[in-house]
Each structure stands twice: as structure tokens, then as C-alpha cells.
């Protein structure tokens, strides 16, 4: 495989055992645990300087702190994405400063592409020759185009809900779709049943593949570097299996560790009412989810009842000092509609509970009034225009 430097291999967060990137391609071996990628810090030799001097054109800049070496990735310049000033909101919420880094600027429109580049180059290397995955939709349709772009077939399992523009782009990239009557927890079953037929299958999934969390890293170093290297007081984010949190604050820390930052953001999960396993564990201060009963919100991308990483995100807002919080589909769609026509910035309803949770929190007086707030926009708006419109609708528009 053509990994970096730094790259040692893989750990399970569970038992601790660590294997190589050969041999550890999925889950644990041993145990069934979730691997992360590990890397001889004492290896990365990169100052501000160095990556300054590098242009802000893909995620692939920060190679030294990824597995893979850029030459060998499977890639669409992801990534470097814009970091936008919110002034209005800023003033709303009664910060110092709000700032949008804006996600729907990636490939195929959502920040799931910089998890399936690394996954898919991963996959490319493993010698794989079909990828599968089950997803709400904006993991399917990524996977899809970063299979096509490899060479790869790909095998997609969605829920009967996931979005219109999902689907259609599964079919145009020649994924192989698969469309399940009902939820995401319906479209998991189907795909575990493919998988078990299947050998020569590759997953791709949210944590069975080690490889999505590390690519999401990127955002965080991409916005420590795009604020001079200061950290954010808070990063709210739209949490589902808890990917991109998981990915940042394992980025905070390294570049802390590393000397490139002082300290960590506070990292915030906003979820929905409907479907909020991550916000009640956190409110009882338990180590593990619960799987939720019922899931139910128009929020696609997050209506993840059983997220399998728990242990993980409250870990991470535990360490950096963060927390959770949930607010209603009603109040989530307000907030996308408000971002449009305060600042014109254009969210889909799953990532609007970033900001629908944002206002909650400040609201309840969780940020001080010179902190910086980052919300993190996972996906570009016009996916879900049929959503919004018809949220218009609803108020008579
Ligand atoms: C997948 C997705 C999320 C949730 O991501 P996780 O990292 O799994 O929590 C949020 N927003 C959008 C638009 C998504 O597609
Ligand atoms: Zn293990």
C-alpha cells in the first residue's frame, strides 16, 4: 500500500490491539471494534509555515496526517472548502463571530466526499473491485462517484426516504442501487444480507471502514488554518453516526499536540427531537447510547437511531468541553430558511439542526459574547429545495 511516513497502522478502540493496514482492513479481528488509523507523531515534521505555503485546493495538503499519500488517492479536490463570515447571525446569537464553512462545496455537494475519498483509495489499494455501502442517501451517492472515478463498481443500499437527488445521482455515476421500503435501519439489513452473499464486496460504511473519520479530519484543519491557526470556541455540528465529529476533534488534538494550536474547540452535536440518542446520553452523562425507539424527522442525514460510535462522540465532547443539545423539525427548517434570507448561505434541512442548534445553544447562554462559532454546513441547500419550499408552504408561502 503507498501510506505515509507517519502512518504505523491501525488500533481498536475497544481491546487496543493494533494491526497492520495490510491485514486490519475493516472492523477488529479480535474483537469487532472500530479501528482508527494511527500514526508515529514523531514522524510529522510540518510547521504553519510549510502548509501555508502549500495552495488551499484540496484536503490533500494535510497528506502527512492522513494514511494515504496524495499521489495515490482516488480524488476530485475535495475539500477547501470556504470558511464564511455570518455577521447577521453573529449579531442574533449575541457572539463575536459566526463563521459558515460551507461543506455543499464539495463534489457531489455534501462532506461526505472527503470520508470516501479515503475510504475508496483505501479500497483501491486493498485490490478491491466493488465498494457497498448502506446510507440515508449523500454517502451513496459520493460512494458512487468516487467508485466511478476508481474504476469500481459500487453497490448502494437506501432507505424508500432519502432524497430524490441521491438516488438519481446513484444511477447517473452506474452505481448499482438497491432502494429499501423504509428507514435507514431497513436499508442496514438489506445490505448485511448482500454482504453475506457477497465476498468480494468492500465496504465503505460509517466506521467499518477505518478510513471516513480520518478523511473528515480535514475539516478542522482546514478551518485552524484558515483562521490564522486560532481554534474556534465552539464548532456545532449536525450529528448522525458522528463521523465528521469524531474526525475533528481527533484533528484538534493532533494539531495541539503538534504545536500548530493552543487549545480545542468545544465541539457541540446537534440532533433532532425526533431522533436524538446522542443528546439524551449526554443529558443522563452516560458513556453509550441508547438505540432510539422511533426515529422520526425530516432531517435524513441524522435520523440514525443506533450510531454504533457513541463512546466515541461523547468522548469528544466530554474532552473538549462541549455538549449536545436537540431542537424540533419545525425550528430546524425555520433556522435553514432564516440562514437563506439573513445571509443568503443555502443549508439542507439535515445540516440546518447545525444552526437550529447553534441559536438553541446561545439561547440557553452557552457562548460568551466575544466566542467564535463555526457551524459546520455538511451539505448544500438545493439538495432539499423541495423541502424548504414546501416548509414555506406550511407558513402559508
Ligand atoms: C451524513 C450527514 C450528516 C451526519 O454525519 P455523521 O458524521 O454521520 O454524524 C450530517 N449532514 C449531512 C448533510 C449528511 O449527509
Ligand atoms: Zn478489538
Known sequence: METTDAFIGLTCVDCGETFDADEGTHRCPDCGGILDPDYDYDEIDVSRADLESRPFETMWKYAELLPFTRESAVTMDEGATPLVECPNLAEEMGVGRVLFKDEGRNPTGTFKDRGQTMAVTAAAQHGATDIALASAGNAGQSAAAYAARADLESHVFLPTRAGFTNKAMVNVHGGDMTVVEGRIGDAGAAYADAMEEEDDWYSVKTFVTPYRHEGKKTMFYEIAEQMDWEVPDAIVYPTGGGVGL???????????????????????????????????????GKDV???WETPDTICGGIEIPDPGASPLILDALRESDGGAVATSDEDILDSAVAVAQKEGLEMGATCAAAASGAWELAQQGEFGEDDTVVILNTGEGNKDDDVLRSHLMGMGI
Not at 503538534?258 to 425526533?274: C, F, H, I, K
Open 246 to 284: 469524531v474526525g475533528m476533534h481527533k484533528a484538534a488534538t493532533e494539531f495541539r499536540d503538534l504545536g500548530l494550536t493552543d487549545d480545542l474547540p468545544s465541539m457541540y452535536a446537534a440532533q433532532a427531537t425526533g431522533c436524538a440518542p446522542i443528546v439524551k446520553a449526554w443529558d443522563e
Open 289 to 291: 447510547h441508547e438505540a
